[in-house]
């Protein structure tokens, strides 16, 4: 069965830049969640989106910005990195219907800042 | 907001053996509670989950339990094998569709052989 695809899978960058973070949802599920998991740490909610609109936001830095596309892949925006943002990002999606509230993971993102 | 407690940190026990591990939250509006089995540096995999208008749920060895009026919930693993050893996370959410799931911080379970 597919399941959500996330790219890069690692990520190197230096402070003060960007990164672009992709999430590709599994087929026919229309809401997309990232999280960020530092090391020995349980998943912190940063955002998510259904059918294309800002759905929920947690903990998400200022500096951080997302967005759902019309194909219902998500984008996860980056700037002025700090080291404190080394982590790995998980994206996650969730189908229509009474099974809306199941999350599944993708591999993640391992971003380590320099 | 929601806050998750979930115990022990750490569990060990031997294969066959069972394995206990209990969370808690605090809001009274969450109504979905799924668990999560994360092995090093790979994604949360879920492995069950339970709504608030059941008490029990079981899906072969692993059964999940939920009292609502103590605000806690429960996974029970039977017969355990080495590949059980993983981190396992405990989540609480309202239920709906794009509503974040609050992680408790996770039982490093350990199957000795």
């Known amino acids: 069965a597919a399941g959500v695809i996330q790219s890069p899978r690692h990520l190197i960058k230096e402070k003060r830049e960007t990164a672009t973070l992709k999430c590709y949802p599994i087929?026919?599920?229309?809401?997309v969640y990232w999280y960020q998991q530092g090391p020995g740490q349980d998943p912190q909610f940063l955002i998510s989106?259904?059918?294309?609109?800002?759905?929920d936001k947690g903990s998400i830095p200022d500096r951080f910005s997302a967005q759902q596309f019309s194909d219902y892949h998500s984008e996860l925006n980056m700037s002025s990195l700090e080291l404190g943002d080394s982590a790995l990002y998980f994206c996650?999606?969730?189908?229509?219907?009474?099974?809306?509230?199941?999350?599944?993971f993708g591999p993640g993102t391992r971003l380590t800042v320099t | 907001g929601e806050n998750v407690e979930q115990h022990p940190s750490t569990l060990s026990v031997q294969e066959g053996d069972s394995a206990v591990i209990k969370c808690t939250y605090s809001?009274?509006?969450?109504?979905?509670f799924p668990w999560y089995k994360q092995e090093l540096g790979k994604r949360p995999q879920l492995i069950i989950d339970i709504r608030s208008n059941v008490g029990e749920k079981k899906d072969q060895r692993i059964a999940v339990t939920l009292n609502k009026t103590a605000k806690h919930f429960s996974l029970h693993i039977t017969e355990t094998q080495p590949e059980d050893s993983a981190v396992y996370f405990c989540a609480a959410s309202n239920g709906n569709a794009g509503n974040m799931l609050t992680f408790g911080g996770g039982t490093r379970l350990m199957v000795k052989p």
């Open positions: 989106f259904y059918e294309k609109m800002q759905s």
């Open positions: 809001d009274s509006a969450s109504n979905y």
């Open positions: 996650a999606s969730s189908p229509p219907g009474l099974a809306g509230n199941k999350q599944y």
């Open positions: 087929p026919r599920h229309d809401t």
